[in-house]
Protein backbone atom coordinates (compact mmCIF):
# COMPACT_ATOMS: atom_id res chain seq x y z
CA UNK A 1 0.00 0.00 0.00
CA UNK A 2 0.99 3.46 -0.78
CA UNK A 3 1.56 5.42 2.77
CA UNK A 4 0.58 8.97 2.75
CA UNK A 5 2.23 11.18 4.97
CA UNK A 6 1.00 14.57 6.23
CA UNK A 7 2.19 17.55 8.21
CA UNK A 8 1.45 19.53 10.58
CA UNK A 9 -0.95 17.16 12.35
CA UNK A 10 -2.44 20.04 13.54
CA UNK A 11 -1.73 23.62 13.17
CA UNK A 12 -3.21 27.18 14.97
CA UNK A 13 -3.64 30.37 12.91
CA UNK A 14 -5.55 33.62 12.36
CA UNK A 15 -8.58 34.88 9.97
CA UNK A 16 -6.83 36.08 7.46
CA UNK A 17 -3.54 33.96 7.77
CA UNK A 18 -2.18 32.17 4.74
CA UNK A 19 -1.99 28.24 5.65
CA UNK A 20 0.15 25.87 4.09
CA UNK A 21 -0.20 21.25 4.50
CA UNK A 22 1.84 19.40 3.31
CA UNK A 23 1.26 15.75 1.91
CA UNK A 24 4.10 13.53 1.05
CA UNK A 25 3.61 9.56 -0.82
CA UNK A 26 5.48 6.57 -0.07
CA UNK A 27 5.77 6.27 -4.28
CA UNK A 28 5.50 8.69 -6.26
CA UNK A 29 1.89 8.83 -7.42
CA UNK A 30 1.93 11.34 -10.50
CA UNK A 31 -0.70 13.76 -10.03
CA UNK A 32 -3.28 11.48 -8.67
CA UNK A 33 -3.73 13.31 -5.17
CA UNK A 34 -6.97 15.13 -3.70
CA UNK A 35 -7.27 17.14 -1.32
CA UNK A 36 -10.32 16.61 1.56
CA UNK A 37 -12.08 19.20 3.88
CA UNK A 38 -14.12 17.92 7.09
CA UNK A 39 -15.56 19.87 9.62
CA UNK A 40 -16.64 17.22 13.01
CA UNK A 41 -19.53 15.41 12.63
CA UNK A 42 -19.99 15.75 8.56
CA UNK A 43 -18.42 14.04 6.03
CA UNK A 44 -15.76 14.89 4.20
CA UNK A 45 -16.18 16.85 1.04
CA UNK A 46 -13.73 16.99 -2.10
CA UNK A 47 -11.74 20.52 -2.20
CA UNK A 48 -9.36 19.65 -4.75
CA UNK A 49 -8.80 16.87 -7.21
CA UNK A 50 -5.62 15.65 -9.36
CA UNK A 51 -3.26 17.73 -7.58
CA UNK A 52 -4.37 21.10 -8.14
CA UNK A 53 -7.69 20.89 -10.05
CA UNK A 54 -10.10 22.82 -7.73
CA UNK A 55 -13.77 21.38 -7.27
CA UNK A 56 -17.00 23.49 -8.30
CA UNK A 57 -17.91 25.80 -5.78
CA UNK A 58 -14.95 25.71 -4.11
CA UNK A 59 -13.69 28.80 -3.17
CA UNK A 60 -10.80 30.21 -4.82
CA UNK A 61 -8.30 30.79 -2.16
CA UNK A 62 -8.08 26.66 -2.10
CA UNK A 63 -5.36 25.77 -4.50
CA UNK A 64 -3.08 22.62 -4.61
CA UNK A 65 0.19 22.15 -6.10
CA UNK A 66 2.53 19.14 -6.35
CA UNK A 67 3.64 16.21 -8.35
CA UNK A 68 5.68 12.77 -8.06
CA UNK A 69 5.57 12.74 -4.28
CA UNK A 70 5.37 15.81 -2.32
CA UNK A 71 2.08 18.25 -2.62
CA UNK A 72 0.73 21.24 -1.06
CA UNK A 73 -2.63 22.92 0.23
CA UNK A 74 -2.26 26.31 0.89
CA UNK A 75 -5.34 28.28 1.72
CA UNK A 76 -4.55 31.92 1.12
CA UNK A 77 -6.83 33.95 3.57
CA UNK A 78 -8.05 31.72 6.04
CA UNK A 79 -11.80 32.04 6.87
CA UNK A 80 -13.56 31.03 9.90
CA UNK A 81 -15.72 28.47 8.00
CA UNK A 82 -12.29 27.11 6.90
CA UNK A 83 -11.37 25.75 10.53
CA UNK A 84 -11.71 21.81 10.31
CA UNK A 85 -9.86 19.22 9.44
CA UNK A 86 -7.83 18.32 6.25
CA UNK A 87 -6.90 14.93 4.38
CA UNK A 88 -4.72 14.44 1.65
CA UNK A 89 -6.13 11.00 -0.36
CA UNK A 90 -4.21 9.38 -3.10
CA UNK A 91 -5.77 7.45 -6.44
CA UNK A 92 -2.73 6.23 -8.35
CA UNK A 93 -3.38 2.51 -6.75
CA UNK A 94 -6.86 0.69 -6.38
CA UNK A 95 -6.15 0.46 -2.48
CA UNK A 96 -6.71 4.50 -1.81
CA UNK A 97 -5.10 5.71 1.36
CA UNK A 98 -5.79 8.77 2.85
CA UNK A 99 -3.50 11.18 5.16
CA UNK A 100 -3.51 10.91 8.83
CA UNK A 101 -5.10 14.32 8.57
CA UNK A 102 -4.23 18.08 9.34
CA UNK A 103 -6.35 19.80 11.96
CA UNK A 104 -6.55 23.56 11.64
CA UNK A 105 -7.48 25.43 14.51
CA UNK A 106 -8.23 28.94 15.28
CA UNK A 107 -5.47 30.94 17.01
CA UNK B 1 -28.84 17.22 -6.94
CA UNK B 2 -26.80 14.08 -5.95
CA UNK B 3 -27.53 12.55 -2.51
CA UNK B 4 -26.17 9.50 -0.99
CA UNK B 5 -28.12 8.29 2.48
CA UNK B 6 -26.94 4.95 4.15
CA UNK B 7 -28.65 3.11 6.41
CA UNK B 8 -28.64 -0.76 8.14
CA UNK B 9 -25.76 0.96 10.67
CA UNK B 10 -26.15 -0.31 14.75
CA UNK B 11 -25.07 -2.37 17.21
CA UNK B 12 -23.13 -6.17 16.98
CA UNK B 13 -20.91 -8.29 19.03
CA UNK B 14 -18.03 -9.06 17.93
CA UNK B 15 -18.31 -12.22 15.41
CA UNK B 16 -21.59 -11.12 14.10
CA UNK B 17 -22.60 -9.48 10.55
CA UNK B 18 -24.49 -6.61 9.39
CA UNK B 19 -25.86 -5.17 6.03
CA UNK B 20 -25.39 -1.64 4.92
CA UNK B 21 -27.30 -0.21 2.52
CA UNK B 22 -26.81 3.27 0.41
CA UNK B 23 -29.41 4.64 -1.41
CA UNK B 24 -28.49 7.07 -4.19
CA UNK B 25 -30.20 9.67 -6.55
CA UNK B 26 -29.76 12.46 -8.38
CA UNK B 27 -27.46 11.21 -10.91
CA UNK B 28 -27.31 8.16 -13.32
CA UNK B 29 -26.19 5.43 -11.20
CA UNK B 30 -25.19 3.38 -13.62
CA UNK B 31 -22.19 5.49 -14.83
CA UNK B 32 -20.24 5.84 -11.62
CA UNK B 33 -18.00 3.37 -9.43
CA UNK B 34 -19.08 3.38 -5.61
CA UNK B 35 -16.62 2.94 -2.52
CA UNK B 36 -17.39 2.47 1.33
CA UNK B 37 -15.29 4.48 3.38
CA UNK B 38 -15.09 4.32 7.49
CA UNK B 39 -13.82 6.32 10.02
CA UNK B 40 -13.24 4.96 13.61
CA UNK B 41 -14.01 7.54 16.51
CA UNK B 42 -11.25 9.95 16.77
CA UNK B 43 -9.47 8.52 14.04
CA UNK B 44 -9.03 9.70 10.28
CA UNK B 45 -10.47 8.13 7.33
CA UNK B 46 -9.80 4.52 5.39
CA UNK B 47 -11.18 3.12 2.16
CA UNK B 48 -13.04 0.17 2.58
CA UNK B 49 -13.94 -1.16 -0.55
CA UNK B 50 -14.33 0.04 -4.24
CA UNK B 51 -17.21 -1.37 -7.41
CA UNK B 52 -17.08 -0.44 -10.26
CA UNK B 53 -20.35 1.06 -11.95
CA UNK B 54 -20.94 -2.62 -13.99
CA UNK B 55 -19.66 -4.52 -10.94
CA UNK B 56 -17.14 -5.85 -12.75
CA UNK B 57 -13.72 -4.31 -10.51
CA UNK B 58 -13.97 -4.84 -7.09
CA UNK B 59 -11.31 -4.00 -4.48
CA UNK B 60 -11.25 -4.38 -0.56
CA UNK B 61 -8.63 -3.21 1.88
CA UNK B 62 -6.73 -5.68 3.33
CA UNK B 63 -7.73 -5.06 7.00
CA UNK B 64 -11.99 -6.60 5.84
CA UNK B 65 -10.45 -8.76 2.76
CA UNK B 66 -12.67 -12.15 3.28
CA UNK B 67 -15.19 -10.81 5.69
CA UNK B 68 -17.02 -7.86 3.96
CA UNK B 69 -18.40 -8.04 0.63
CA UNK B 70 -19.57 -4.80 -1.29
CA UNK B 71 -22.41 -5.52 -4.24
CA UNK B 72 -24.50 -2.57 -5.96
CA UNK B 73 -28.19 -2.84 -7.46
CA UNK B 74 -28.12 -0.20 -10.65
CA UNK B 75 -31.72 -1.13 -11.02
CA UNK B 76 -33.06 -0.22 -7.35
CA UNK B 77 -29.90 3.02 -7.24
CA UNK B 78 -28.28 1.34 -4.10
CA UNK B 79 -24.94 0.41 -2.78
CA UNK B 80 -24.56 -2.57 -0.65
CA UNK B 81 -21.81 -3.67 2.10
CA UNK B 82 -22.53 -6.87 3.96
CA UNK B 83 -19.94 -7.04 6.72
CA UNK B 84 -19.53 -10.42 8.76
CA UNK B 85 -16.98 -11.38 10.98
CA UNK B 86 -17.06 -8.25 12.79
CA UNK B 87 -14.04 -6.29 15.34
CA UNK B 88 -14.34 -4.22 17.47
CA UNK B 89 -11.76 -2.88 15.45
CA UNK B 90 -14.54 -2.44 12.88
CA UNK B 91 -16.02 -0.01 14.82
CA UNK B 92 -16.59 3.37 12.23
CA UNK B 93 -18.70 5.71 10.86
CA UNK B 94 -19.29 3.87 7.45
CA UNK B 95 -19.68 6.61 4.48
CA UNK B 96 -20.58 5.62 0.99
CA UNK B 97 -19.12 7.54 -1.52
CA UNK B 98 -18.92 8.17 -5.70
CA UNK B 99 -16.24 8.23 -8.10
CA UNK B 100 -15.48 11.68 -9.68
CA UNK B 101 -15.40 9.50 -13.14
CA UNK B 102 -15.78 5.43 -13.09
CA UNK B 103 -12.70 4.09 -11.15
CA UNK B 104 -10.93 7.65 -10.87
CA UNK B 105 -10.51 7.36 -7.04
CA UNK B 106 -11.68 11.11 -6.67
CA UNK B 107 -14.77 10.58 -4.28
CA UNK B 108 -16.75 13.64 -5.35
CA UNK B 109 -20.11 12.89 -3.30
CA UNK B 110 -19.92 11.58 0.07
CA UNK B 111 -23.22 10.14 2.29
CA UNK B 112 -24.30 11.35 5.82
CA UNK B 113 -22.41 8.26 7.30
CA UNK B 114 -24.05 5.07 9.23
CA UNK B 115 -22.54 4.20 12.58
CA UNK B 116 -21.63 0.88 13.11
CA UNK B 117 -20.87 -0.41 16.50
CA UNK B 118 -18.89 -3.86 17.83
CA UNK B 119 -19.40 -4.28 21.52
CA UNK B 120 -20.54 -7.40 23.73
Known amino acids: DIQMTQSPSSLSASVGDRVTITCRASQSISNYLNWYQQKPGKAPKLLIY???SLQSGVPSRFSGTGSGADFTLTISSLQPEDFATYYCQQSFSTGLTFGGGTKVEIK | EVQLVESGGGLVQPGGSLGLSCAASGFTFTDYSMNWVRQAPGKGLEWVSH????????YYADSVKGRFTISRDNAKNSLYLQMNSLRAEDTAVYYCARDHSDSSGTLDYWGQGTVVTVSS
Open chain 1, 50 to 52: VAS
Open chain 2, 51 to 58: ISSRSSAI
